[in-house]
């Protein structure tokens, strides 16, 4: 809890303390994140930020501190947004009302090619660029509708994030960055029918302005010995996690063997037919993480299944990557 956080905003909620305290612990349970009570403060820890509760006589003081002044307002979006279900109005010492929402940067799009038979790679360039290849995996693509000026999320007077809606309403898929360099970043787009990103993608958009919102999603895992499961969805993640892996690992992919790519030569890689037969035969001993990610109905199988076998919740992670 002793990460260093120079980042700082304040707010206030007055004369209700235990309904502030009560919203922040059904939210530590519900994102199963740390909650530390002392008698002078109740503090909730998330994404290396901490937000902070201290009583007063007639008010509750909040106090949020992070390492990135983009998770302060991810920070302050949440906060709002939490307390605000809870009939509370947070009146905060700064808002900065019409900027990008936190954590959104504009890129362009600089390139699009056909990686594979089955993934399309898209190549986007901006300043910002650098700082999606570090520290989590993922981040979201914001795509206007066609034939309509982009209209982004922007901070609201409040502190809550005012997403467009309607005719202005944007797609917002999650994506894996494949590769960073100086100024761009990669990402692949695994083509599958109805997918309006693969429209989009197909569509010729090289020149064209595209939000990039994030990074976020988590980092590698850090174990003795990683264990990956996915299927085409989880391939560009499952790549980027076996260049990060420091300990053994090994992956299981349900993916035609064009896709692979450079995979299919590497020793680490199994292609296989049923992900969920691969788990069940997986050799999970000491020191064992399991990451899996497939169609939302395998992954909640696949997270019952490593219950049964007595795999500690933190041990594992198990996405619904799709359905």
Known sequence: ?????????????????GAAAAALKARAAAWEVPLVETPGALSL???????????DSDAVRIELSAPEARLIGTLQDSATELFAEAGLEVAWDRVDAGALAPGLSLMRVRSVTQRSPGFIRVRLSGPDAA?????SLHFRLLLPPPGRAPVWPRI???GRTEWPVGADALHRPVYTVA???????DFDIFRHAGSPTCTWALSRPEGAEVGVIGPGGGWCPE????????????????????????G??????????PDLGPLAADPRVTRCDDLLAALAQADLGQGSFV?????AGQARQARQHLLARGMNRKAFTAAAYWG
């Open 1 to 17: 809890m002793s990460l260093l956080r120079s980042h700082r905003n304040f707010g206030t909620i007055p004369r209700a303390s």
């Open 45 to 55: 820890f998330v994404w290396g930020c901490e937000l902070r509760l201290v009583p």
């Open 131 to 135: 700082r999606f290849g570090t520290g």
């Open 156 to 158: 609201g007077a409040t």
């Open 179 to 185: 590769d960073h360099g100086d100024g761009w970043l």
């Open 223 to 246: 174990a003795a010995r990683l264990h990956l499961f996915g299927d085409e969805t989880a391939l560009p993640a499952i790549a980027r996690m076996l260049d990060l892996a420091r």
């Open 248 to 257: 053994e690992v090994t992956a299981h992919v349900r993916a035609a063997c």
């Open 291 to 295: 990451w899996f990610a497939a169609e």
